[in-house]
Structure formats: C-alpha cells, structure tokens
C-alpha cells in the first residue's frame, strides 16, 4: 500500500535488498533499523546461516528468503523479488538515516541518474578510519567506482536490463559498478552511512586497506575472481 501512495504523490518508490549470512549477532539492531526506515519494501537474504539468523528473521516480521551464498548470488534472489523503481542495497553492518533516503528520492528525479553511492563513514574512533574513509569517498567520487558498503542504489529497470551483479565471489560491487557508469550519470552522494569497522580493527585498517587495493589493482588486471577470492581468504 505504501509504494502506491508514494506513486500517487509522484514519488519514487524504494526497495532495500540486503544479504546476511551468520549475522545474529547484531540482526536485532539491523531489523530495527530497517523499520525505522521509511521503505517501501525490504527484503532481507539470507545465504544459508548456520546461527540463530533465520530463527530471528522468522521472528521479526520482515520480509526475508533463502539463497545460495555469496553477495552477488543473494542480492539478485532479493533484487528478483521486489517491484519499486530503485533498489538499495545494504550490507548488514551499514547504518542508513532517513535522510539518505530522502536525497536519494530527490537525485533520481533526475532521469539522466541512473545509480548512485553515499560517502562512506566508518565507525572506528581512531584518525587512521577518517583519513581512509576520507580516500575511498574521493577515489569513487573521480571513478565512479562504488563498493557495497557506500549502499548502491540503482533504477530497477537498469538493473534488470543489465542482468544484475554478475556471480562471481568478489568484486561484484565494483564489477557492477564498472558497467553502469557506462549506461548513464552515477551521483554520488555526500549524506553519509556508518559501516562497522570490525573487519577493519580485526586485521589492522592499513593491512585491511592495502589488500582491499591489492585485490582491486589484480582485478582490473583481469585476476579471476576466483582466485582473488582465495587470496582474499587466505590474506585474512
């Protein structure tokens, strides 16, 4: 019901997709936040999680599935499912404000955007996350490169005739992103949205940075996805 009265006040509607795999552990502040969000629809996919995940999906109310595992895999499934003019997609530890909904509406009336990213905040305190969260919002502003946790958005139609991230193990953010910037205006965003820095604290910010760039340089180097995938697991 809500999609059709944004559609009869000329607004566009939102759907969130948004892949997790073993993520009990903070599920209960991510369900929160989704229904704190003013969404059209939501649907959360889950990869096959081995905690107590799907037992709080069950619980919560909230429009979830099942899929095979991997990002690219699991959004596609949730992507398949919803029918509103943009897909936003979220990764489980990202926090979104209302606010960046609102920008996002308001972007996309432009006809000529056709996807776009927030700039990236990173929760750790220490200086070292501001200077890397400060490099990353630069370098996808000049590339047109985003990464999954500055929340993709993308017009459904131009997703779909796209055929949807492309299945491979890593890099199907950027690979995604790659493509689309070649089909129309990508915007990007300066509202912000806080990404947990635990991987981050878990291996050390500039080992963390300094793979990330790694994989990334290997990829555009034509690296198969496959095997950046084992170096990213074996790195880690």
Not at 190 to 218: A, C, D, H, Y
Request: net charge positive.
């Amino acid at each position: 019901m809500a999609g059709w009265l944004f559609r009869l006040r000329g607004e566009l509607t939102v759907a969130a997709v948004v892949p997790v795999l073993n993520e009990a552990a903070l599920l209960s502040v991510l369900i929160d936040r989704l229904r704190s969000l003013n969404l059209d629809e939501c649907v959360i996919v889950d990869g096959g999680s081995s905690d107590s995940t799907c037992t709080m999906l069950e619980k919560s109310g909230l429009t979830w599935i099942s899929s095979e595992a991997g990002r690219a895999k699991q959004m596609n499934a949730g992507s398949a499912m919803c029918k509103a003019d943009i897909i936003l997609f979220i990764h489980a530890d990202t926090f979104l404000s209302s606010s960046c909904l609102e920008a996002l509406r308001e972007v996309c009336k432009r006809s000529e955007v056709i996807a776009g990213r927030f700039n990236l905040r990173l929760s750790g305190k220490q200086s070292i996350y501001r200077v890397i969260e400060s490099m990353i919002n630069l370098r996808s502003r000049i590339s047109k490169i985003s990464t999954g946790d500055q929340c993709i958005f993308v017009r459904r139609a131009q997703f779909e005739a796209m055929g949807g991230f492309t299945d491979i193990p890593l890099m199907e953010d950027v690979e995604l992103s790659m493509r689309l910037k070649r089909q129309g205006e990508i915007a990007c965003l300066r509202e912000q949205v806080v990404t947990s820095s635990r991987r981050w604290e878990q291996f050390g910010p500039m080992n963390t940075l300094l793979l990330m760039w790694k994989l990334r340089i290997l990829f555009w180097m034509g690296v198969a996805p496959d095997k950046l995938a084992v170096m990213y697991r074996d790195a880690r």
